[in-house]
């Protein structure tokens, strides 16, 4: 998309941000409050002033558009979080240069600030692999989120890699247009088939996921690391507060906001996107909800 008649008409440093958020981070302090406040922070000092606005989940619905003041100079659109492929198409056709952050949408040609999902996903489930684990399983909501699929297909290449059956009963990925984050006990337990005997290892895409997933085990007597190792993804701090302290993959939240504001510059100063993709390398923390058993 070509945004030089936009551009043309408004200087970009006296122009808005507009940031779009599901209702359901609206108010998060758990790991999307760090990329927006690293959003904030770039976008001062890029000259730029940022305006939030709160999707609901009835106006994702019925498609209505977030409601902003017309003479306000928008220089473009950053959309924070998970939204549903048509609510994305009905943004876009707003017509301000838009990039996702975080999630990744292949429905519309925009660019995306996110994370090496697959290569995060790889990371974690070799860790497993390495401590001894050979029945290892995986949690996340794979039809919810495009990254959560990807850190899916890290996991699988994984197991391939190693010579390692994977097995259906093992897999904890949610339903076809659910919108279950699959991050509480109560969505996670009707989807858990086997516990113990069960898998030796969980890779869960999220942490609040594996939290939920020690919080089952504990529920059940089954103790975490001992019997049961579970590694998360995202490094949020509840991760190093929850017994055990969990092992993840942590993710720089900070750098994300910071790309991201950084790649909406170049679009709106070059006056043209050509969809690209910025990926922040994941890293391995290690802690001790992973128990390295006999190969």
């Not at 609510?87 to 925009?110: F, K, Q, T």
Request: with cysteine; net charge negative.
């Amino acid at each position: 998309m070509n945004y030089g008649a936009f551009a043309a008409s408004q200087d970009y440093k006296r122009s808005c941000i507009l940031v779009v958020v599901p209702e359901y981070i609206h108010n998060d302090t758990v790991f999307y409050s760090e990329v927006i406040w690293s959003i904030e922070a770039e976008a001062q000092a890029q000259g730029y002033i940022l305006i939030r606005e709160s999707v609901t989940k009835s106006m994702e619905e019925y498609l209505t558009l977030p409601s902003f003041q017309q003479e306000i100079p928008i220089a473009g659109l950053l959309v924070v979080g998970i939204f549903k492929s048509a609510y994305i198409e009905c943004l876009y056709r707003m017509g301000y240069p838009m990039l996702s952050v975080d999630i990744a949408y292949h429905n519309v040609p925009m660019s995306c600030v996110g994370t090496k999902n697959l290569n995060g996903g790889f990371i974690a489930t070799k860790h497993l692999i390495d401590n001894g684990h050979r029945q290892i399983g995986f949690a996340g909501p794979v039809f919810t989120a495009l990254s959560v699929y990807e850190r899916w297909c890290g996991y699988k290449l994984a197991m391939q890699n190693a010579g390692l059956d994977i097995n259906e009963d093992y897999q904890v990925l949610g339903e076809v247009n659910s919108f279950k984050l699959l991050n509480t006990v109560e969505d996670m337990t009707p989807y858990i088939k086997h516990l113990h005997p069960g898998p030796t290892a969980w890779f869960c895409a999220g942490d609040r996921t594996a939290i939920a997933m020690i919080n089952i085990m504990a529920i059940n007597g089954i103790s975490v690391p001992d019997q049961v190792s579970v590694i998360g993804f995202d490094d949020i701090a509840m991760a190093a507060m929850v017994i055990p302290p969990l092992t993840t993959v942590r993710i720089d939240r900070k750098l994300m906001g910071k790309l991201a504001v950084e790649q909406m510059c170049r679009i709106v100063k070059t006056k043209q996107d050509n969809a690209f993709m910025t990926s922040i390398t994941a890293e391995l923390i290690v802690r001790n909800s992973v128990r390295a058993i006999e190969k």
